[in-house]
């Protein structure tokens, strides 16, 4: 008795390129079940338009050096070129001051924080673990916003660095 797979033909996957996983080919089996009409009709179906590769690299994008008086709330832009998501963010030192909050991070107008509550500064630190972002992707033109409060009792100069990925690089 022998055993034969029925399955796909070929199967195309994630390489060093961002895009779907596509599957090519037709169970043959099923269409010897099936009319003519009926495995043209099922053909059309699994038919799937062919996204040519994009090539994905890890990036940086720079925030911007912003003076914040104590008591103020400040948001800073970071304007991107190419569509990016921001992956991990890392304050400087002078950023993550006691006092200096975090409240949002939003691409675009949509906020990437799953709470209202205001975030420490001292969370992102360059050693830090579990600060992943894994948010939405920036659109050119749009950027990533963030919105920062400082409550230490001094002018807080404020800056730091996205990382993540950039899509055409």
């Known amino acids: 008795m022998s055993t034969e797979l029925i399955g796909y033909d070929e199967i195309v996957g994630y390489d060093e390129y961002l895009g779907e996983d596509e599957l090519l080919g037709a169970e043959d089996a099923l269409d010897e079940l099936l009319s003519g009409d009926e495995v043209g009709a099922r053909r059309r179906r699994m038919v799937r338009r062919r996204r040519a590769p994009?090539?994905?690299?890890?990036?940086?994008?720079?925030?911007?050096?912003?003076?914040?008086?104590?008591?103020?709330?400040?948001?800073?832009t970071v304007p991107v070129a190419d569509p990016f998501r921001p992956d991990t963010l890392v304050l400087s030192a002078a950023s993550r001051a006691a006092g200096v909050s975090?409240?949002?991070?939003?691409?675009?107008?949509?906020?990437?924080?799953?709470?209202?509550?205001?975030?420490?500064?001292?969370?992102?630190?360059?050693?830090?673990?579990?600060?992943?972002?894994?948010?939405?992707?920036?659109?050119?033109?749009?950027?990533?916003?963030?919105?920062?409060?400082?409550?230490?009792?001094?002018?807080?100069?404020?800056?730091?660095?996205?990382?993540?990925?950039?899509?055409?690089?």
């Open 54 to 76: 994009q090539k994905v690299g890890i990036l940086c994008a720079g925030v911007p050096v912003t003076s914040i008086a104590d008591g103020a709330t400040q948001e800073i």
């Open 102 to 169: 975090i409240l949002d991070i939003k691409v675009g107008t949509v906020s990437q924080n799953v709470s209202s509550g205001p975030i420490p500064a001292e969370v992102f630190s360059p050693d830090a673990r579990w600060t992943r972002l894994n948010g939405s992707t920036a659109q050119p033109g749009v950027g990533v916003t963030i919105s920062v409060r400082n409550t230490s009792g001094s002018a807080v100069s404020f800056s730091g660095v996205f990382y993540g990925r950039a899509i055409g690089k």
